[in-house]
């Protein structure tokens, strides 16, 4: 197989897995919550061929010396991108929307082998279940059933409540038939601090790397300013315009490669006919 084959095919590869990128960002532009990502390319191994050792017939050039001949491509990550999505209302209680896009909620996930680790999400429909052994408190939930974490641990809210509020620094209050009002703590949210240690956990969330410290890339957050906007949701950062671009942008560069190789093949085959 040649050199053109080689980087070609290569190439290809990596442009599959950038077209996987870009339609997981487009499936998700209506999921509430959803970061898009960028994949980034990195060369791979170039040489540099000396097809002119005779100096003296080099003199006056004016290009650099030698042939350079690379490898073809390789993605080298994919960057979480954390701007800021569109913010819509929707009048429910319970739906809470972040104002600062490095913030997220923190969830308590309990895993198969009885572990509990805290993941981190923007997505904030919240829902109330009851507390196994405690009919009389509701505790603050995902959609799923995993625990929204406070500061002081589980949100936890006395059961038959007639509304629930959320103000702009996380604190949770509700109030009962009888008019009295119970607090019920206060969100605690987590600032990413380097968005590449986290990596996808399935259900739009996210997770610290295994053998990273969390403080590496999450620090806890100062809740001394509006950060909440309860009754909304915020909408996926997906400029669907923008992936579209590149997703035609992609199919051209695979195109081309997937031409490259077939155009080597018919060289090989005009070479291996010759007599």
Same mark, same amino acid.
């Given at each position: 197989?040649?050199?053109?084959?080689?980087?070609?095919?290569?190439?290809?590869?990596?442009?599959?897995?950038?077209?996987?990128?870009?339609?997981?960002?487009?499936?998700?532009?209506?999921?509430?919550?959803?970061?898009?990502?960028?994949?980034?390319?990195?060369?791979?191994?170039?040489?540099?061929?000396?097809?002119?050792?005779?100096?003296?017939?080099?003199?006056?050039?004016?290009?650099?010396?030698?042939?350079?001949?690379?490898?073809?491509? %390789?993605?080298?990550?994919?960057?979480?991108?954390?701007?800021?999505?569109?913010? &819509? $209302?929707? =009048?429910? *209680?319970?739906?809470? #929307?972040?104002?600062?896009?490095?913030?997220?909620?923190?969830?308590?996930?309990?895993?198969?082998?009885?572990?509990?680790?805290?993941?981190?999400?923007?997505?904030?429909?919240?829902?109330?279940?009851?507390?196994?052994?405690?009919?009389?408190?509701?505790?603050?939930?995902?959609?799923?059933?995993?625990?929204?974490?406070?500061?002081?641990?589980?949100?936890?809210?006395?059961?038959?409540?007639?509304?629930?509020?959320?103000?702009?620094?996380?604190?949770?209050?509700?109030?009962?038939?009888?008019?009295?009002?119970?607090?019920?703590?206060?969100?605690?949210?987590?600032?990413?601090? %380097?968005?590449?240690?986290?990596?996808?956990?399935?259900?739009?969330?996210?997770? &610290? $790397?295994? =053998?990273? *410290?969390?403080?590496? #890339?999450?620090?806890?957050?100062?809740?001394?300013?509006?950060?909440?906007?309860?009754?909304?949701?915020?909408?996926?950062?997906?400029?669907?315009?923008?992936?579209?671009?590149?997703?035609?942008?992609?199919?051209?560069?695979?195109?081309?490669?997937?031409?490259?190789?077939?155009?080597?093949?018919?060289?090989?085959?005009?070479?291996?006919?010759?007599?």
């Amino acid at each position: 197989m040649n050199r053109s084959m080689i980087t070609a095919s290569v190439s290809m590869g990596q442009l599959q897995r950038q077209l996987d990128t870009i339609s997981n960002n487009l499936s998700n532009s209506n999921t509430y919550g959803f970061k898009r990502r960028n994949v980034q390319f990195a060369d791979l191994l170039v040489q540099e061929m000396n097809n002119q050792p005779n100096r003296k017939a080099e003199e006056g050039r004016l290009t650099p010396d030698g042939i350079r001949l690379g490898s073809g491509a %390789r993605v080298s990550g994919t960057a979480l991108r954390l701007e800021q999505g569109g913010v &819509v $209302e929707t =009048g429910r *209680a319970l739906d809470v #929307a972040l104002l600062n896009p490095n913030v997220m909620f923190q969830i308590a996930k309990r895993l198969e082998n009885n572990v509990e680790i805290i993941e981190y999400t923007r997505e904030g429909s919240f829902y109330v279940t009851p507390v196994e052994g405690n009919p009389d408190q509701l505790q603050l939930t995902a959609a799923n059933g995993d625990r929204i974490m406070g500061e002081d641990g589980p949100i936890e809210v006395p059961a038959g409540f007639d509304s629930i509020s959320i103000s702009g620094n996380g604190t949770i209050q509700a109030k009962m038939p009888d008019g009295t009002v119970v607090d019920a703590g206060r969100l605690a949210l987590a600032e990413v601090v %380097r968005p590449q240690l986290l990596e996808s956990s399935g259900d739009n969330r996210f997770r &610290v $790397e295994p =053998g990273t *410290a969390v403080g590496q #890339a999450i620090a806890q957050v100062e809740q001394d300013e509006a950060l909440i906007q309860q009754g909304a949701l915020e909408q996926s950062n997906v400029n669907v315009a923008h992936e579209m671009t590149q997703l035609l942008t992609t199919q051209r560069s695979y195109q081309m490669n997937a031409r490259a190789v077939t155009m080597a093949d018919q060289m090989m085959g005009l070479v291996n006919t010759i007599r």
